[in-house]
């Protein structure tokens, strides 16, 4: 018996985990099944209207009624009581109730049927919407490996704190944003940037949660909890842009309350008018009043603009474009300038070498190994580029170094096998020491805008190295595709008046702006708008944020600083300039489906209530002529979900 009652205990809790996992997957089409339900009953009850009581007639219809009416009464009447206005869902029910009560059961049902199945439809869209944030949400990890006393300890990912070593190993997600300590690893940063190619991530590097560490073990450092990370902030960016509304769609809502008032008074005054005036039986001036209140609901002109908002957030989501709202992706086909930061915008944000000279008789190979190593003490970002040039080299060679100082401004010194090194500006190294190297080259690298840096063996140049923040790979593309359409670009940065010439010369810009302050930039920004009306702001970094809010749309590179995430209105996590026009591109067809929608639901109206008046259509057809238009104009703002 004990036996038994173990093996019975399990096997319930199965089906119980079964049933309810059932009834989880069925939930979000339950509107749907409702809404067929209620037309499948309709539809039984119409081919068996001959041979079936009358009383099973009605029931069948009350039964359609019920199933098909409920979810849109309920949500009519909440909505009413909470926001204290008539809305078009009980609009809805009215006109359903008005047509049994003059016999037209039939009708009334068909009315529910086709407005559940039009209301399943934007549900529907919803859904579409946020399958995003769904899919997203999946690629979150639950546990991480804390490193404690030496010793390996599971929690979950939401408890890690700034500060916590973690150990993740081989094909394992990376459970928050944080920088490598030891190890390496390629990283497929596909949740993040987009890009499907792995990136060989190592000690210093940052990683980013939800992103998979594909061939190697590493330890991290926690550098942000995982209610901060970038990929947090991805998914409260998508979630906040399908709650906040378009400028159209309030408009609409708070049309939609005034409108509903003045046909329901319509409607009342048309049941005796006509009666009283126009000689038409009591019967035919009800039965016009019903058929007015069918066709004059704005159920297609309410539908209009969401699901098309939506389905476009949605899209650009997926392409690694984030709107912070709808009324951003509205604005955006509006803009006529675009004004770019510079560095990390336009650029890469990175300096790196892009030419170097040795003296005559040297090994190269050995003095660029020499260099990188005594780099390898330093931070500093030019530093940084000079390792990454001759990382190769210093693996071949790895020479030793001894006592190696910082030069507060200049550069550093070392000793390699009782050498003094110093490597630094052009001023550490001696003005005239430089103009003799390879007949002066460092000048002429520095008229074209690049960063000199010189390495001295005791008193003789033996290298020069010219760097440079090289523009994107896209940006001259985005640029001209921008130019294209009629949009104006301008660059905006604070460095210097040579470097951003060459830099605007690169990417194709005519107009650009040196040496601007953060506060110059937000004065050029409001020039901007007073010239061209609509203008954009695409930076990355906190200097950028004043002009990111002053501008009519902020747009932030996802690489970019926290700051600059959080006050723009749109980001690109992918990091590519030509985004921007192809979002351009989404903006004008979605406000072109979304005025297509508009025009032709109030056609629809019109035309149908003219009929009315004029007693050439009659219930079934108005049931039909508005419901279609509604279901019409939500598919054709579901167009705008496909690429």
């Known amino acids: 018996m004990d036996i038994k009652t173990c093996e019975f205990v399990p096997n319930e809790k199965k ?11 069925l939930k979000p089409h339950l509107e749907l099944i409702a809404a067929l339900l209620s037309g499948a009953i309709v539809l039984l009850a119409w081919i068996y209207k001959d041979s079936i009581p009358h009383s099973l007639f009605v029931i069948l219809h009350i039964t359609a009624f019920i199933i098909g009416g409920f979810a849109k009464a309920k949500e009519g009447i909440e909505d009413t009581i909470k926001y204290k206005e008539l809305n078009v869902e ?17 009708e009334g049902a068909v009315l529910i049927f086709i407005f559940a199945l039009s209301g399943a439809l934007e549900t529907y869209t919803l859904n579409k919407s946020n399958k995003e944030i769904s899919s997203l949400m999946d ?18 990912a939401s408890e890690l704190q700034v500060g916590d070593i973690v150990l993740v190993r081989a094909s394992e997600r990376i459970p928050a944003d944080g920088v490598i300590i030891r190890g390496s690893s390629s990283v497929d940063e596909q ?11 190592q000690v210093n590097e940052e990683v980013y949660a939800s992103t998979v560490a594909l061939d190697g073990t590493i330890m991290m450092e926690i550098t942000k909890p995982a209610s901060e990370t970038l990929f947090q902030k991805i998914i409260n960016m998508v979630q906040s842009a399908q709650d906040e509304k378009s400028p159209s769609q309030l408009f609409i809502e708070r049309f939609e309350g005034t409108y ?33 209140l069918v066709v004059a609901s704005p159920c297609a002109l309410v539908a209009s603009i969401m699901p098309a908002t939506l389905s476009a957030i949605s899209n650009s989501a997926k392409h690694g474009v ?55 003490e330093s931070t500093h970002p030019l530093a940084n580029a000079i390792k990454a040039y001759g990382r190769e080299a210093l693996e071949r060679h790895n020479p030793p170094i001894d006592d190696m100082r910082t030069v507060s401004g200049k550069g550093v010194t070392a000793v390699v096998d009782g050498v003094t090194w110093k490597v630094g500006n052009i001023d550490f190294a001696g003005k005239e020491l430089v103009n003799q190297f390879h007949g002066g080259i460092a000048g002429k690298l520095a008229s074209e805008g690049k960063t000199i840096v010189c390495a001295l063996a005791g008193d003789t140049i033996v290298a020069v190295f010219a760097l440079k923040d090289t523009i994107r790979d896209n940006t001259k593309d985005a640029i001209q595709m921008l130019k294209n359409k009629g949009i104006h670009p301008v660059m905006l940065t604070g460095d210097n008046e040579l470097t951003a010439k060459v830099i605007a010369d690169e990417a194709g810009i005519d107009h650009y702006i040196a040496n601007c302050l953060p506060e110059e930039k937000v004065h050029h920004v409001k020039d901007l708008k007073e010239k061209h009306g609509n203008v954009a702001m695409v930076g990355d970094g906190i200097n950028d944020a004043p002009a990111l809010a002053t501008a009519n749309t902020g747009i932030a590179m996802g690489e970019g600083t926290d700051v600059a995430l959080e006050t723009a209105d749109v980001v690109l996590m992918k990091n590519d300039l030509e985004k921007i026009t192809n979002t351009i591109d989404l903006s004008k067809r979605m406000n072109r489906i979304v005025k297509q929608n508009i025009v032709f639901s109030l056609s ?20 039909v002529g508005h419901e279609g ?12 979900l496909r690429s």
């Open 15 to 25: 089906k119980e985990e079964r049933k309810q996992s059932f009834f989880h997957k």
């Open 90 to 106: 009980l609009l809805m029910i009215f006109a359903a109730i008005g047509s049994a009560m003059i016999g037209y059961w039939t």
């Open 139 to 156: 690629l979150q990890p639950e546990e991480a490996t804390v490193i404690i006393d030496g010793n390996e300890k599971v929690v979950p």
């Open 191 to 201: 949740a993040i940037t987009g890009e499907s190619i792995p990136v060989q991530r």
């Open 260 to 292: 509903v008032k003045v046909v329901l008074i319509v409607v009342a005054v048309m049941m005796f008018l006509p009666y009283l005036l126009f000689g038409w039986s009591l019967s035919e001036s009800i039965y016009r009043a019903m058929v007015l």
């Open 322 to 376: 984030l709107f912070k709202g709808g009324v951003h992706i509205e604005n955006l086909s509006q803009i006529k300038a675009i004004a770019f930061d510079k560095t990390g915008t336009l650029t890469n944000g990175k300096p790196v070498v892009t030419d170097a000279y040795y003296a005559d008789g040297t090994d190269e190979d050995k003095v660029l190994a020499t260099i990188a190593a005594i780099e390898e």
């Open 604 to 623: 629809v109206i019109v035309v149908l209530i003219v009929s009315n008046f004029l007693q050439v259509i009659d219930l079934p057809l108005g049931v």
């Open 629 to 640: 238009s509604t279901i019409l104009v939500i598919l054709n703002g579901l167009r705008l």
